[in-house]
């Protein structure tokens, strides 16, 4: 049984010939893989098929205890760096005043600031469906009040329902 990446190791490894790499990253060359086991087990360490789709396989040499460990380590360190996405949501309607668009825009600049993407959303009661016009005019206002050249418009301004939204990016990274 294969490990879960998919890796074979020692007896699991059932084609006739592999590229031996030993234990010091040195080629050893083309060999059978009942060879290269023999070799391994001398050596008291474990055969390890690290590229199956190679013509032929390639195998390692290698303690295999701690090339898995070092593996998973690996990627808990990726993890770790990883900075998570968020998208923040800033909602208005069409009729919004001119003070409260201020806010508004300086929240959005803000949030594009901290690197977070952002979502313009624009709510739509009643008869305001019939004039969408209004939300374009309010979303083009936010982008006019943002600062030059710190942000992308990812997604422009469209209708979904009986919401407007546009999704601007960071340009600041």
């Given amino acids: 049984m294969a490990d879960s990446k998919g890796l074979r190791i020692n007896e699991q ?4 010939e592999i590229r031996l790499v030993d234990e010091e990253g040195g080629e050893s ?3 059978s893989a009942a060879e290269a086991l023999k070799l391994a087990r001398e050596r008291d360490l474990d055969l390890v098929e690290v590229s ?3 013509n032929p396989p390639v195998c390692k040499i290698l303690n295999y205890g701690k090339y898995k460990f070092e593996q998973e ?3 808990r360190d990726s993890r770790k760096n990883q900075k998570a996405l968020k998208i923040k949501e800033i909602r208005m309607q069409p009729k919004i005043g001119s003070g409260d668009l201020d ?12 690197g977070d993407k952002v979502k313009v959303t624009i709510r739509f009661r009643g008869r305001e ?4 016009e ?3 005019d309010v979303l083009n206002e936010v982008l006019k009040r943002l600062t030059e050249n710190s942000y ?9 329902g009986r919401f407007m939204s546009m999704t601007l990016n960071s340009k600041v990274k």
């Fill in 29 to 31: 060359g083309i060999m």
């Fill in 52 to 54: 199956p789709t190679a």
């Fill in 129 to 132: 469906l019939a004039h969408t």
């Fill in 73 to 75: 380590k690996r990627l």
């Fill in 103 to 114: 806010t508004k825009a300086k929240h959005v600049q803000e949030f594009l600031d901290e």
């Fill in 13 to 16: 490894i059932r084609v006739r």
């Fill in 152 to 160: 992308a418009v990812e997604k422009p301004a469209a209708m979904e």
């Fill in 134 to 136: 209004l939300g374009y």
